[in-house]
């Protein structure tokens, strides 16, 4: 049966040597089986220190922390474990070497670690492409992140705007209308399938531009008219279809289909009037 941990105790620092501003540290850790008496509760006269609280003397203790986790040597042994750490952390608790940690301290120190690995790997992922809340917290989940952690890591990200769906969607939609020549309900049906609000999906396609949307759609009508078979009344039908599955309206299909259609025939007949002059004048009489 596994045992409990009642305490730790830092027993050497190290820098990360991949990971910047990252540290590694190794601790002791204290069973209820090897303690000759009852851990009860370890007191410890280095706490936590809040932000907004360092003072000039503590300031000087922080250069000589990170100094010394700097030029530590790594320990490793039977009933030790290490935890990796960011240097904000490690200024925080004050861990230095000798530091005492409470069974409770030791939890939090944990999850602090997973909180610091799931942001890492979410810049990493961000950094790939963009993604929205709900896509990024599915995939921290499938990495094996706990649902505290995950949420602790999203909240993280959308305080420094790094995480923005408000945002995202804005730049989804204008890349989705201009790039693929998609209509706006069209649009918004991905949004809301990549877990976007719909108040945000709305409000985001509300904001796009109807000239944008029409030119989408008219370029679309003249590229894909030419190879529509049949009748013309049955091309067109086939078209404005098309259109429709794009996510366009109906006023924006009527009028983007009858415009294609219209220009692509003044262009036909330009082309034969042109090749007809130029053949009569090979042939004209001096």
């Not at 529509?228 to 289909?257: C, H, N, P, W, Y």
């Amino acid at each position: 049966m596994e045992m409990s941990v009642v305490g730790a105790e830092v027993i050497a620092i190290e820098v990360h040597p991949k990971k910047p501003h990252m540290y590694r540290v190794i601790l002791k850790l204290e069973f209820d089986e090897s303690q000759d008496e009852e851990m009860g509760g370890i007191e410890t006269d280095l706490d936590v220190v809040q932000e907004g609280q360092l003072t000039v003397v503590w300031a000087d203790e922080v250069d000589a922390l990170i100094a010394g986790a700097q030029a530590a040597g790594k320990s490793s042994g039977a009933g030790e474990t290490l935890v990796t750490i960011h240097e904000d952390t490690l200024v925080s608790w004050r861990l230095l070497k000798g530091r005492r940690l409470t069974a409770e301290e030791y939890e939090v120190l944990k999850l602090d670690e997973q909180k610091e690995e799931a942001y890492r790997s979410s810049l990493m992922m961000l950094e790939r492409k963009a993604r929205t809340t709900a896509e990024l917290s599915k995939a921290l989940k499938r990495k094996g992140y706990a649902p505290e952690v995950v949420e602790g890591c999203l909240q993280r990200l959308q305080s420094r705007r790094m995480l923005d769906d408000t945002a995202y969607a804005k730049r989804f939609t204008e890349q989705r209308a201009v790039g693929q020549r998609k209509g706006r309900m069209l649009i918004k049906q991905e949004l809301m399938q990549r877990g976007v609000r719909r108040e945000d999906a709305e409000e985001a396609i509300g904001e796009l531009d109807e000239q944008i949307e029409h030119n989408s759609a008219l370029a679309l009508a003249r590229k894909k008219w030419p190879n529509i078979k049949g009748i013309d009344r049955e091309r067109r039908q086939k078209l404005m279809t098309m259109l429709l599955r794009r996510g366009f309206s109906l006023g924006i299909v009527k009028t983007a289909v009858q415009q294609a259609i219209l220009e692509l025939e003044e262009e036909a007949v330009d082309t034969d009037y042109e090749e007809g002059g130029l053949f009569e004048s090979e042939y004209m009489e001096d």
